[in-house]
Each structure stands twice: as structure tokens, then as C-alpha cells.
């Protein structure tokens, strides 16, 4: 029998969590049950992360999302990424601007500062994750484990910290793909104190792990050609945020190996380069999680997804 390891577990309970939809109702139900474009692949991925009964969907505003679930092997919290309608240059632009360009925010349950949207999304899902894990496990026995892909790869180190200090909760794992910058140099000290075996798995071509961007990725994206003149003020105003990556990277290369992270310079001058041969589709296959693209391919090895 085919084993399925924890990471690839929690990469395929952050792509369940897009079963989601706009329109979904919170409560305790299967969500990729309750769609028929849902393809046989995502059941596939679902039923890979082993759920032991159906598990909570929490939604708040129609954009923020998380499924909560108990396994054999702990309860599982995963937010829900957020993709832009259309993958596309402007697209893209839009998606850039819209959601990783937040200015940084302090709590006192955490130390430094954080990326504002992906805080609040969190705020906005607290009072449904906590009734959803004390009606799993009342008595906070099992191990809990946070993972999420894309935004809710952003979300996953500031709710560990937040539930972790506001309610006292013990969280045994982080696991993120695809996941964005958090925050600042003062919260990824404080954030790697306490999770330092956190993992975010990347990709080759993957721009998202590289934003809030960094001030050489910014003066590198400002050499775009036709770059909108709103995301031209807002990359400038980034670039003094000063966000950066927490945990282990995990770098999943060109051939859907995981190995080393080459060096940041190497990874932009790849996605530059794709950008200026107006190549969106390399871009947005490289963010994918789904079957059939190297996330899955790097992590789970052949494993769950049958073509």
C-alpha cells in the first residue's frame, strides 16, 4: 500500500481547502463533495489527507476560508489561498496589487510587525477556527497542525503565533506551500524561536514565495515594460516594509526535485525573464498545487494524483 507522507498530507489539505466556494456555507460537511466541476484528482487530494470524519468549513466576508479536520494523525487547520480570476499579465499585476501590497501591522500577541490583509483574514476566521477545534478536541489532546497554500500560505505563520499566545495553543507543525512573506525581521525571529522546523515548500518560476517583494525585487520588477502606473507606487512603498521569509525554504526545482533554494538573484532573474517573454502561463503553473504540477510532483511523489 502506497504511504502518504505528513508534508504531502498538508499540502493536499491546503488544496481541499479550495474546494470552498464563494458561495459556501459555514458548517460540517465535505465541500468537495458539494461541487461537480470538483475533478477526480481533488478527491483524490482530499481523501489523502485522511479525514476521519467530515470536517468544519469556516467562512467569512466570501473570501476567507479554512477547512478544520481531525485525522489519525492530529487536527488539521487549513486556510484557503486566494488565485486572481484569470492567469494573465494584467492579471497578475492586479493580483500583486491587490493583495500582497499591505502595510505592516503590530498586535501584542505577537512580537514585530505582519502583512495586514493576511491578519485580518485570520481575525476574520478566529471565532469559527476555536469552535471548530474544541468541538474536534475539547480537551486540546491531539497533536494540531497549520498548513495553507498561496495566501493561506501567508496566514498559517501569524495564526500560529496569534493562537499560540492568545489561547495557549500547542501547535505541533506549520507546513506551507507557496507561502508569502508574513512580516518583518523582528516577527521572523520571533516566529522561528518557536516553529523552527516550519516548512515552505517553493517552486521554480513561483513569484509568490518572493512577495511583499524585497528592494531588489522591486527595482528588478520596475524594469517591466507597461507596469501599471498604481503598482509602480505601491512596489515603492513595499520596498521600505522590509517583509521577509520565516522558516526552512524548501525549493522544488525545475525537474520536481526538492533541493536547495539557488540563489534569490538566480530565482528572479528566472521569473524576470519569463515576465518580459510575456510567458504568463509558466508563472502561473509554477504557483499551482494541484495534480499534474511539480508542488505535487516535489512533495508527494507520485503518490495520490492518478491520471
Avoid at 28 to 46: A, E, L
Avoid at 63 to 74: F, S
Avoid at 233 to 259: C, F, M, P, Q, R
Amino acid at each position: 500500500m502506497t504511504t502518504v507522507n505528513l508534508n504531502c498530507k498538508l499540502l493536499c489539505a491546503s488544496e481541499a481547502a479550495y474546494c470552498i466556494q464563494p458561495d459556501s456555507h459555514p458548517g460540517k460537511y465535505n465541500p468537495c463533495k458539494s461541487d461537480p466541476s470538483i475533478t477526480k484528482n481533488i478527491i483524490n487530494q482530499y481523501n489523502a489527507v485522511g479525514f476521519i470524519e467530515d470536517p468544519y468549513v469556516c467562512v467569512s466576508s466570501q473570501i476567507e476560508a479554512c477547512l478544520v479536520g481531525k485525522t489519525d494523525y492530529g487536527i488539521v487547520v487549513s486556510f484557503r489561498g486566494t488565485l486572481p480570476p484569470a492567469w494573465n499579465l494584467p492579471s497578475i499585476f492586479d493580483w500583486i496589487e491587490n493583495i500582497f501590497m499591505a502595510p505592516p501591522v503590530s498586535s501584542p500577541y505577537f512580537t514585530g510587525k505582519v502583512h495586514s490583509g493576511f491578519f485580518l483574514a485570520v481575525k476574520l476566521l478566529e471565532s469559527q477556527i476555536l469552535a471548530a477545534v474544541h468541538a474536534l478536541d475539547p480537551s486540546h489532546r491531539y497533536p494540531l497542525y497549520f498548513t495553507g497554500h498561496s495566501k493561506g500560505g501567508g496566514m498559517v505563520p501569524i495564526a500560529a503565533m496569534y493562537f499560540r499566545n492568545k489561547y495557549s495553543w500547542r501547535i505541533t507543525q506549520t507546513i506551507r506551500i507557496a507561502g508569502p512573506k508574513p512580516g518583518d525581521q523582528e516577527f521572523a525571529d520571533g516566529f522561528n524561536a518557536v516553529f523552527p522546523a516550519d516548512i515552505n515548500y517553493q517552486n521554480y518560476l513561483d513569484i509568490v514565495p518572493l512577495l511583499p517583494p524585497s528592494k531588489l525585487f522591486v527595482d528588478t520588477l520596475l524594469l517591466i515594460p507597461d507596469l501599471p502606473e498604481s503598482l509602480k507606487h505601491l512596489l515603492k512603498d513595499a520596498a521600505s516594509w522590509n517583509y521577509v521569509n520565516v522558516g526552512i525554504d524548501a525549493y522544488i526545482n525545475e525537474d520536481g526535485v526538492v533541493t536547495r533554494p539557488p540563489l534569490i538573484e538566480e530565482r528572479i532573474g528566472e521569473i524576470m525573464w519569463k515576465l518580459i517573454e510575456l510567458d504568463a502561463s509558466a508563472i502561473a503553473d509554477a504557483h499551482h498545487a494541484s495534480c499534474g504540477y511539480r508542488y505535487m510532483q516535489g512533495v508527494c511523489q507520485g503518490n495520490v494524483c492518478k491520471f
